[in-house]
């Protein structure tokens, strides 16, 4: 079954009960019983309901694995994949990644016995001279988030498995629709669905996606024994958002190459990333591993100064100043101030990501209005 068959399909039948062709959202805690053990299939809503039970199936099904997962947040669904690992162990993450990841990693797994060593993942050696006995995982966001670095998922894929270690994916920039990570090698697949997965703001939500069985038992035991699930409304609400991934993708991204393209032109823009840009340092690779260069565009002004930034930050209408990306509308935002305040400056500049570094999250308007309201702000005096 192709890409958009399975996004508005998979997971997803009539209902038993009614013939309801949407699946309904199963608000229910727990399930009578007939017997002690003898029950259809569902005995408590923590370990299983049906509405994050069709989501689970879509998500896997359309990150090409056998298994899917949901929890209550992006967050939630990373901390689970930690949960796999003891003290003493180590890990190897790229060094440009979501400052809520980063915090994650620093300031509540490091307690527990983990150790964490950041590398530039574009660069291999790095990442081969960071690996030592004790790595178990390795943590890779590609594209990442803000710089939109990619990483080549086949290679640290090879990497990890020489290593014995387990490759897992952030794939929230790309989306499924876009990147599948487990066709290319990687063992675990993480989304933070509250993006666009999702797709229109409207909810907090993280999945993961896993080939193995064993792997997959282990995350699905996490899962229940620490209880971070979501609830049926947001399974249901996700799981009406993979049904338009594809068109929203393809609209981001056909609206992001517009709005780069406008910045690389404009006197007072001084850089500006976004993969399909053909100076872009991973404009090949995002070629060869992605089937389109997503909505995110980073971008810094020629005056570096954080106030000159700012001040386009306040400046546009369509672009709504705020966090997040992923959802239809625009937004605007100031990584180093917002999204990536928990990494030090010194980590941030080692990235690229200055003071005055913008992030869009380029949405699914009309691509003529937000030009313009960039170019108000750009021009704003
Ligand atoms: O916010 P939550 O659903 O818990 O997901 C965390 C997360 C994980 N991975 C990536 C790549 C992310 O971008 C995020 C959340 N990011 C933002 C809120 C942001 O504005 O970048």
Redesign the pocket.
């Known amino acids: 079954m192709k890409f958009a068959t399975k996004a508005i399909h998979a997971g997803q039948q009539a209902d038993p009960a009614t013939g309801a062709i949407m699946t309904p959202i199963y608000q229910t805690s727990t399930y009578v019983q007939e017997a002690p053990g003898k029950h259809k299939g569902y005995e408590y809503s923590r370990t299983g309901n049906p509405t994050r039970r069709a989501l689970e199936h879509n998500i896997a099904a359309l990150e090409s694995a056998n298994y899917g997962l949901c929890f209550g ?6 901390d689970a994949v930690l949960k796999t690992l003891r003290p003493g162990d180590e890990v190897v993450s790229g060094n440009d ?5 980063y915090r994650l990693f620093t300031q509540v797994f490091s307690h527990y016995g983990i150790v964490f060593r950041f590398v530039d993942m574009q660069d291999h050696d790095a990442v081969r001279n960071a690996i030592n006995g004790h790595t178990k995982l390795l943590w890779v ?1 590609t594209p990442t ?2 710089m939109l670095q990619i990483i080549d998922i086949r290679q640290i894929a090879m990497i990890a498995r020489e290593a014995g270690a387990m490759l897992c994916v ?1 794939n ?2 790309a989306s499924p629709a876009l990147q599948r990570p487990l066709e290319l090698g990687a063992d675990v697949v ?6 666009y997965l999702g797709g229109h703001s409207d909810v ?3 999945a993961l996606a896993i080939k193995d069985a064993e792997l997959a038992a282990k995350l699905a035991f996490i899962q229940n024994a620490s209880g971070a699930v979501c609830g049926p409304m947001d399974a249901f609400l996700v799981l009406r958002g993979t049904k338009t991934l594809h068109l929203r993708m393809k609209a981001h991204c056909e609206n992001a190459e517009k709005v780069a393209r406008f910045l690389g032109s404009h006197a007072s823009v001084g850089s500006v990333r976004w993969p399909g840009l053909p100076g872009h340092p991973g404009h090949e690779l995002a070629k060869s591993q992605m089937d389109g260069f997503g909505g995110m565009v980073t971008f810094t002004l020629k005056d570096d100064r954080q106030e000159a930034a700012i001040k386009v930050l306040s400046g546009t209408h369509l672009f709504s100043l705020a ?3 992923g959802g239809v509308e625009s937004l605007i ?1 100031h ?1 180093a101030s ?2 990536h305040a928990s990494i030090p400056r010194q980590e941030r500049w080692k990235v690229g990501l200055m003071d005055s570094t913008i ?1 869009l ?1 380029v949405g699914i308007e009309d691509a003529d209005d937000l030009i313009e309201d960039l170019a108000k702000a750009l021009d704003r005096k």
């Open positions: 947040s992006g967050l939630a669904a990373i990644i979501y400052g809520g990841t966001e988030n803000p952030d929230t920039f993480m989304h933070s669905a509250t993006k907090v939500m993280g966090e997040s990306l935002g990584p917002m999204t992030r999250s």
